[in-house]
């Protein structure tokens, strides 16, 4: 990759929801940043699909804020779904 050339890009989430971050084509999921400290959950998904396979289940709360690296190759796309008041951002980039 050349200078210059943003690496990943990034997503936001500050409710609870779902984010499509890559639909269907494949990613590397680098890093979630937990910037919240109140209840709640991050789900990692491996596509887009109700039968998508969960890749991590991050419970929020004091002990679940941080930044969790996973450099993981996920084939199918990548979703994140929250609940509860959670806040942080997610990087990744499509390969």
């Not at 890009?9 to 609870?16: C, E, Q, R, W």
């Not at 084509?25 to 959950?41: A, F, R, Y």
Request: proline share 1%; charged share 10%; hydrophobic share 35%.
């Amino acid at each position: 990759m050349s200078l210059g050339v943003d690496r990943y890009k990034f997503g936001t989430f500050s409710v609870a929801g779902t984010i499509t971050l890559s639909d269907g084509t494949p990613c590397v999921l680098h890093t979630i940043n937990i910037t919240d400290t109140t209840t709640g959950t991050v789900t990692v998904l491996n596509g887009t699909a109700a039968a998508a396979g969960t890749i991590a289940l991050i419970v929020n709360g004091t002990s679940g804020q941080g930044t969790y690296r996973f450099d993981t190759e996920l084939s199918t796309g990548l979703r994140i779904v929250t609940a509860g008041n959670v806040k942080g951002c997610v990087s990744y980039t499509l390969i």
